[in-house]
């Protein structure tokens, strides 16, 4: 027979362990599809598991402190975040939180503050290894940002059967940040080492073993890190380029394997990138490309835009991007009257403190829109866009769309909620 103190433990553990799972489906996390999500932007069938893996690339050019006359080279170190569809224990929930920081460690007046905020995701779940190989999806933040600044598409991908990969930068996060020139010269570079180091994964004794498709890989950028992916998927950089960097570094053209024009940049484009994510990709207007070294690009990409893009530019920069890589198909989505931040997570509670330097928030925040109805979109076309290239799956319905949003509710669209977008698209000439 049950002492009644042994029956009362048991119903406190019932009612905490009730409580965990009514709040996991009622607390809004990142990501969570609001009431007018579009189709897609729900989470697929996997749950999700996420682990930290930490890589070393060696005797890289420490462009931060060589001189024209005087490389120097360091070991870069380089953490990544990884989900995957895993399998969750009986009694275990599918909950995380992410330790993160506000600020900038380069400026004195935005110390760095730390502060959590929870995903949909299990720290080192054991991986599914029941249904084969999945895509490989690498992400690439912006300057600053970290890999978890997308959170709500990276978990988003995973329960949808891909691997996604996404990249601490060095010297470009909020707890390392240095000088601009280690973002423009390292960002493809980190790209295509973490490709690397992800495709070696399947050759080695760990949990994701066999579980990569490496030959199948997509690639996200944000803003620098749009700069980066176009970069690794074709689209060298133009010879003017060298001039900025040049003058950036004191003369240095260690940029010069990343040209265009190079026929050693030329065969370091990877057949295993299939498709091409770009939210706000920064540098057309300051030359990083031109006509030329456009052509290059000839991986199917889908742009994301603000059309008052004051940090990348949109007529003169990400459009004129999508307008001059020609040979390929692709796509631009703008939201309208949007700026920069088209793909972030929603600004932290933390950022919104009396006190706190305003770009904490407004790192994250639209002035036009909701950062959480972004969020729902971009699921919706990445998942579309991705599957199409990355699954061979038939979503073309929800990307032959009427070009204003605002003519008739798109396909995958709620009625009435498809207000404010535009969907440009335009296959090789």
Do not use: C
């Not at 682990?51 to 890289?60: C, D, G, S, V, Y």
């Not at 949808?160 to 010269?185: C, N």
């Not at 760990?206 to 803003?223: F, M, P, R, V, W």
């Not at 890190?225 to 003058?247: C, I, P, R």
């Amino acid at each position: 027979m049950i002492s009644k103190s042994i029956y009362s433990f048991f119903i406190i553990l019932l009612l905490f362990s009730t409580n965990d799972i009514f709040a996991q489906k009622t607390e809004f996390i990142y990501g969570d599809a609001l009431p007018d999500a579009p189709e897609l932007a729900k989470r697929g069938n996997y749950k999700v598991g996420v682990k930290t893996l930490e890589f070393i690339n060696k005797n890289q050019i420490d462009i931060l402190n060589s001189k024209k006359d005087n490389e120097v080279l360091y070991d870069r170190k380089l953490k990544v975040e990884v989900w995957y569809p895993a399998n969750i224990p009986a009694g275990q929930i599918e909950m995380i939180s992410y330790d993160e920081v506000m600020g900038s460690s380069n400026d004195p007046k935005r110390p760095l503050i730390p502060f959590q905020f929870k995903g949909r995701a299990l720290r080192d779940a054991s991986p599914i290894s029941k249904d084969g190989k999945f895509p490989l999806i690498i992400v690439s933040h912006g300057y600053l940002g970290s890999r978890f600044l997308l959170t709500y598409l990276t978990e988003n991908l995973a329960s949808k059967g891909y691997i996604v990969a996404a990249i601490d930068h060095a010297e470009s996060t909020f707890r390392d940040a240095a000088g601009f020139p280690s973002t423009l010269l390292n960002r493809s570079k980190d790209i295509l080492f973490v490709l690397n180091q992800m495709a070696e994964l399947n050759n080695t004794k760990n949990e994701l073993k066999g579980l990569i498709d490496a030959e199948n890989t997509g690639l996200i950028g944000y803003s620098m890190g749009g700069y980066g992916v176009l970069n690794v998927a074709g689209a060298g950089y133009s010879d003017n380029s060298l001039k900025l960097f040049g003058a950036l570094t004191g003369g240095s053209t260690a940029l010069e394997v990343r040209i265009g024009s190079n026929e050693a940049y030329q065969k370091s484009i990877d057949a295993r990138v299939k498709a091409v994510v770009a939210f706000a990709p920064w540098g057309m207007e300051r030359g990083v490309w031109d006509a030329e070294s456009m052509k290059g690009l000839k991986v199917p990409t889908f742009f994301v835009a603000g059309s008052q893009d004051d940090i990348s530019g949109y007529e003169k920069g990400i459009k004129a991007i999508y307008n001059g890589v020609t040979n390929t198909e692709r796509y631009l989505l703008t939201y309208m009257n949007a700026r920069h931040n088209v793909a972030p997570n929603p600004p932290p509670a933390e950022s919104t403190q009396p006190g706190l330097h305003f770009d904490e928030y407004y790192r994250y925040a639209e002035p036009s829109w909701n950062e959480r109805r972004i969020n729902n979109i971009n699921q919706h076309f990445v998942t579309a866009f991705l599957g199409i290239h990355l699954k061979k799956e038939d979503n073309n319905k929800y990307l032959n769309l009427p070009t204003n949003s605002n003519d008739k509710t798109w396909e995958g669209f709620k009625a009435r909620s498809s207000t404010g977008l535009e969907l440009l698209h335009a296959l090789p000439e």
